[in-house]
């Protein structure tokens, strides 16, 4: 596609930056700084730049870059233009809308990778739109746009996820090792590979897998955090909890995390409610962190997934005070109409409540009848399982032998494993 710039220099700098923000590798922002500085009228640059500041969560700059490249984009050719706007609604939140623009910018110009990209991913505007179809959606979406892709290696990645996530394991599995080939230090094909394997069952796999990919991965890139996340979840699942808390105390955890707040918030409070359903006490002081965090992090609520793993912290460390307010303005927005995932997202904060008083009663009560519909809050199967395995442990805990097999007999596409204390 054709790039407004008269500038050799820009324009490849641009390449790079572009390559490096969808590789989740470090230098995105620089490179866009770079054919900004050959450039300084590069819209698509500015552009660019916007949506790396705002995937690092620095907003403000993020708004400001948004404002200079539309100002830039005002006289470029047509598909310029809305690729400024389009991702100019992303970085503005403005996910309804910048999902309808996307989708009819594609139908045209389906390979501008870099308005596709926002849409894919179990944390894009699909993946957040809170419909209980979103994962079916957004393979048709990849799946209409792979005749124009061929093998690139960003799209297989993002292919293969979307299958993954909805149980095309092995096929997930040859589009990844596909991409990998092709791109072996893209961060986002690592991911999506520990998740085949993850959904596999080949928990020692992913750790070996990890644990060498990670070798010469900075710690201050963007996917860090939560690969290391990966990590630990690998190791809950062969029985190695030394090294699933030397992975969260060094590279999950707050203060320690170099990721954006979506995951540390969403990966701290994942690993240490999976890490006490596998039978391994957690430290107080873990959970009055990732409250705090949570607390200072999202004060208001809005973004269903952190919501969700917010309730998840108040509930573990204690505070009924936070979790009484934060499950109240969920079901506020709810009938409002402002919480696109519905009512689940209060049942699941009322929920994690239950399990943390040891009302296992009245944990299985409600989460039972929702089980088929946390898929709206967001989020990948993986870290999903986390809703899963508490319901399996409440049935264990009250000696429902028949319902936790019925449980666990339901994943008839995913071999994923279940390290909770008891497991039948």
């Given at each position: ?372 519909q946390h898929v709206r809050i967001g989020g990948s199967r993986a870290q999903r399982d986390l809703v899963e395995l508490t319901l399996l442990a409440a049935y264990l805990q009250t000696g429902r032998a028949d319902e936790a097999r019925a449980l666990l007999a339901r994943r008839h596409d995913r071999r994923p494993s279940s390290p909770v204390a008891g497991t039948l």
């Open positions: 596609m054709a790039v407004s710039t008269s500038s050799a220099a820009a324009r490849a700098a641009y390449v790079d930056g572009v390559d490096l923000l969808l590789a989740v590798w470090p230098g995105a922002e620089e490179a866009f700084g770079r054919a900004l500085a050959a450039d300084p009228r590069f819209a698509l640059a500015e552009a660019g730049r916007a949506r790396t500041l705002q995937l690092l969560a620095r907003m403000d700059e993020a708004r400001a870059a948004v404002t200079r490249a539309r100002e830039l984009a005002e006289s470029l050719p047509r598909r310029e233009r809305r690729h400024v706007e389009i991702l100019g609604l992303v970085v503005e939140g403005q996910g309804t809308a910048a999902l309808e623009a996307a989708q009819a910018h594609l139908h045209e110009f389906p390979r501008d990778a870099m308005v596709l990209a926002p849409c894919t991913g179990v944390f894009g505007l699909i993946g957040f739109s809170g419909r209980q179809g979103r994962e079916p959606e957004m393979l048709a979406l990849l799946d209409r746009m792979s005749t124009h892709y061929g093998d690139d290696w960003w799209f297989g990645m993002a292919h293969a996820f979307a299958q993954c996530e909805t149980g095309q394991r092995e096929t997930a599995r040859k589009t990844i090792d596909r991409s990998m080939a092709a791109h072996p230090r893209n961060a986002h094909g690592a991911h999506v590979r520990a998740h085949v394997l993850y959904e596999s069952g080949e928990d020692a796999a992913g750790l070996a897998y990890l644990d060498e990919w990670l070798r010469d991965y900075p710690a201050g890139a963007q996917l860090h955090c939560h690969l290391t996340w990966h990590v630990a979840i690998f190791s809950l699942g062969v029985g190695r909890l030394d090294r699933a808390w030397q992975a969260y105390t060094s590279g999950v955890a707050p203060g320690v995390s170099w990721g954006p707040p979506v995951n540390t918030l969403t990966d701290s409070a994942s690993f240490l409610w999976r890490a006490e359903l596998a039978g391994a006490p957690v430290d107080a002081s873990h959970w009055s962190a990732v409250r705090d965090y949570a607390a200072r992090t999202f004060p208001t609520p809005g973004v269903i997934f952190c919501d969700v793993h917010a309730a998840v912290a108040h509930a573990a460390s204690g505070d009924t005070v936070a979790l009484e307010g934060l499950t109240q303005a969920l079901r506020e927005a709810d009938h409002a109409g402002r919480l696109a995932a519905g009512p689940v997202v209060p049942a699941l904060a009322d929920a994690f409540g239950a399990f943390a008083r040891g009302n296992w009663e009245a944990t299985i009560a409600i989460l039972a009848p929702v089980l088929d």
